[in-house]
């Protein structure tokens, strides 16, 4: 005989509730699904549900020549579409045994503050804008717009450049660019402190953030986290101080690590934007460099058909997000055996199911966009 207990009112809270969250909804980033079971209002456990854009890039590197995997490599992260592109062709140049000329490596190291910058001015803007906050999401697209200008100049491209390639860049950069650069910079420089005071001085932006989201140390180990996100929890590693590669080795007087401790959502927000402003000033070192270099070569001539000798080689990166690594194996053909891709959200966002247990479902929106991820980045 079975009985069941029918309850109303205080009895039904005790009822667990499935709710997905996506993966088409407008509290997620693109097709990210959440499976949520509630007690009540309060989230007992959450799975985060991904492939909805998976595109097994992977395996497309396989059939694709060295020349040819820059496309696919840097489409994943489309917010850092040129430090995509950088670990792919550095995994490339190391299996060569290939040194890039000075310039090459400085206008790097240029372009990929730059990106940085692009980037985090994303997140800057819309993770207030998802707590209710509609001006930042103004500004930040501003700011962009004043650094979207000069990488386009250089690469004719938006959002997906293609500058990178194997040996160096695909071109020289134009006639009085490097001015027009440090124009912008100092342009987005003096605005900054709009998120100073408009986001992170706002009462109702610090409540919502504060104390909410505490992601521990022990789970940014587990899970592999990395980025702004895992310095927001003291975990103090940044791969341009700590295995720099690029200039970054002639860059540790400006280079600075920002690390805090409470690991809450207000934390990583703070975290953001000083290394933002960071990266600001780690252009205009750039950008000096630059002006005292001799003009020279910005690439290496490269055969016809580029084959890697056969071997394997990890290359990682430093990217916006957090760590982006390239696994290479070639079989000494003009494509990769393997290319195996470790991008920075995959890991990143299963921290979730440690994170959104015991909180309320009013509080998932802030956690969620505090990890500052993008959806191309976790599927690849």
Not at 80 to 85: G, T
Not at 104 to 109: K, S
Not at 216 to 228: A, C, I, L
Not at 275 to 286: G, P, T, V
Request: charge should be negative; hydrophobic fraction near 40%; proline fraction near 4%.
């Amino acid at each position: 005989m079975t009985e069941t207990t029918v309850g109303i009112g205080g009895a039904a809270e005790s009822t667990d509730m499935v709710l997905n969250i996506g993966p088409q909804h407008p509290s997620t980033h693109g097709v990210l699904r959440l499976r949520l079971v509630l007690d009540g209002e309060r989230i007992q456990s959450a799975e985060p549900v991904i492939g909805y854009m998976h595109r097994g890039a992977e395996k497309l590197f396989e059939a694709r020549d060295y020349r040819q995997i820059i496309m696919l490599a840097n489409r994943h992260d489309w917010l850092s579409a040129f430090s995509n592109e950088l670990g792919v062709v550095l995994a490339v140049e190391r299996m060569l045994g290939m040194e890039v000329p000075e310039r090459a490596v400085w206008t790097r190291t240029l372009l990929a503050e730059l990106n940085r910058i692009l980037n985090h001015l994303m997140f800057l803007g819309s993770y207030p804008l998802e707590l209710g906050g509609i001006t930042p999401i103004f500004y930040a697209f501003r700011e962009r717009e004043d650094l979207q200008h000069v990488m386009e100049e250089i690469s004719g491209g938006r959002m997906h450049y293609m500058f990178n390639r194997v040996g160096g860049l695909k071109e020289d950069l134009p006639a009085g660019w490097l001015g027009r650069a440090r124009q912008a910079v100092a342009e987005v420089r003096s605005r900054m402190n709009v998120y100073d005071d408009l986001v992170l001085g706002n009462e109702i932006f610090r409540g919502r953030t504060r104390d909410v989201g505490v992601l521990t140390r022990e789970t940014v180990h587990g899970y592999g986290v990395s980025g702004p996100i895992a310095r927001a929890s003291g975990v103090d590693f940044d791969l341009r101080r700590d295995e720099p590669y690029l200039a970054y080795p002639e860059l540790q007087d400006v280079l600075k690590v920002v690390v805090r401790q409470e690991g809450d959502c207000l934390a990583r927000f703070e975290c953001l934007l000083e290394q933002a402003h960071n990266s600001l000033a780690l252009a205009d070192a750039c950008l000096d460099r630059l002006d005292e270099l001799p003009a020279g070569p910005i690439n290496q001539r490269l055969p016809k058909v580029l084959k890697a000798p056969e071997g394997h080689t990890y290359a990682w990166t430093e990217n916006p997000l957090g760590l982006n690594g390239y696994y290479l194996v070639s079989k000494g053909e003009k494509t990769p055996y393997r290319l195996k891709l470790r991008s920075a959200s995959f890991n990143n966002i299963q921290a979730l199911t440690e994170l959104l247990p015991g909180t309320l479902v009013a509080d998932m929106v802030a956690i969620l966009g505090s990890l500052f991820f993008v959806v191309g980045d976790i599927d690849k």
